[in-house]
């Protein structure tokens, strides 16, 4: 929650979708040499369930495929239950369970290709 947008944008690691310029959502990717990883999604909560999660989503898998890259990656606190729920739902697999920084990770990947053909539930 504290990460220097100006800087993601400068990277080229920031991507918004909008519509008529009000912001639906944001994701920020990083190019790992083995995935993209996901380190930030988000939605408008006046938005959600209108898909744009899945949108996003779609938008990383065919970013990861363009760049070469067979894998998205994503970690998610142990204590968010729902965000663990949906992205098994969608099909990402759990990788493993650390502590980092004082919470406790849970670490996910998905083939890229998975993402692209749309996302079930």
């Not at 944008?9 to 519509?19: M, T, Y």
């Not at 008529?20 to 995935?35: K, Q, R």
């Not at 894998?71 to 998610?76: D, K």
Request: overall charge positive.
């Amino acid at each position: 929650m504290q990460d220097d947008y100006a800087a993601r944008i400068a990277a080229g690691q920031a991507w918004v979708l909008e519509e008529d310029g009000v912001l639906l959502g944001l994701v920020v990717i990083e190019e790992h040499p083995a995935c993209l990883w996901l380190d930030n999604v988000a939605v408008d909560p006046a938005r959600h369930g209108a898909g744009i999660g899945r949108a996003l989503l779609r938008f990383v898998g065919r970013e990861a495929r363009r760049r070469g890259l067979p894998e998205i990656g994503l970690i998610t606190n142990e204590k968010m239950a729902s965000n663990i729920a949906l992205y098994r739902r969608l099909g990402f697999t759990e990788r493993g369970r650390r502590l980092e920084k004082g919470f406790h990770r849970v670490e996910f990947r998905i083939a890229a290709g998975q993402l692209l053909a749309g996302s079930p539930g």
